[in-house]
């Protein structure tokens, strides 16, 4: 069975500083992997996933993550953090239609 | 178009009662999964229902049942509440079709359940 780790509990980081979310998974033949996050009292928003092709994926708010096969790895990274990115993230693997979740990180953003 | 909606948005339960949770996906979408999330335990899959049948199941008792409408529309049923069961209960819609694990999953806000 799938499993994914998500190495740090707890991130805080100054505004406008860079960030990384760290994330990795166990190894298989082929792996959907996804970046979800969650604000106060909702529920899960995609941040952005990788099926296949570029191992470099993007979101429309600046988050980017990189597959890395070699290293199981598909960390999330942000240039540039913004007060508001402050939320709950969760990595997860598809296995064979439901998602296996990592145990969150929370980022905090401090002015 | 209207997103996933999750009913009721809170609920308090007494142990040994039993509870339904529903959920409605997203216009068009024939497949909804059920995750329960709590913070000693994380986001654990339950379930998932596509057009009518359970085609997935996590590893939870048989207290946790499920079962989708005609509509898609899905509703979880818990038995005989434990203190344990408290949870948020989160409800994901997706398209269901093609090969699977890449249909993107679209969830609702989620029930908060409180088992005293």
């Known amino acids: 069975a799938q499993s994914v780790t998500q190495l740090d509990s707890q991130v805080p980081v100054f505004e406008e500083a860079p960030v990384e979310l760290r994330c990795n998974y166990s190894?298989?033949?082929?792996?959907?992997l996804f970046w979800y996050v969650q604000y106060p009292n909702q529920g899960l928003q995609l941040l952005l996933k990788?099926?296949?092709?570029?191992?470099l994926v993007e979101s429309i708010n600046g988050f980017e993550a990189e597959f890395n096969k070699s290293q199981t790895s598909f960390h999330l990274r942000k240039p540039s953090v913004h007060i508001s990115d402050t939320a709950e993230y969760f990595c997860?693997?598809?296995?064979?239609?439901?998602?296996?979740f990592g145990q969150g990180t929370e980022l905090s953003v401090k002015p | 178009k209207a997103g996933v909606t999750q009913t009721p948005r809170y609920l308090i339960k007494t142990r040994g009662q039993q509870v339904t949770l529903s959920c409605s996906p997203i216009?068009?979408?024939?497949?909804v999964s059920w995750y329960q999330q709590t913070p000693g335990q994380g986001l654990q899959f339950l379930f998932e229902?596509?057009?009518?049948?359970?085609?997935n199941k996590g590893n939870f008792p048989g207290r946790f049942s499920g079962r989708q409408f005609s509509n898609s529309r899905s509703e979880m049923n818990v038995s005989t509440l434990e203190l344990g069961d408290s949870a948020l209960y989160l409800c994901?819609?997706?398209?269901?079709?093609?090969?699977?694990?890449?249909?993107?999953?679209?969830f609702g806000p989620g029930t908060r359940l409180t088992v005293t």
């Open positions: 994901a819609s997706s398209s269901g079709v093609g090969p699977t694990g890449i249909n993107e999953q679209y």
């Open positions: 190894s298989s033949v082929s792996v959907y």
């Open positions: 990788y099926l296949s092709g570029s191992t």
């Open positions: 997860a693997v598809s296995d064979g239609g439901k998602l296996i």
């Open positions: 216009s068009g979408h024939r497949s």
């Open positions: 229902y596509f057009s009518e049948t359970q085609r």
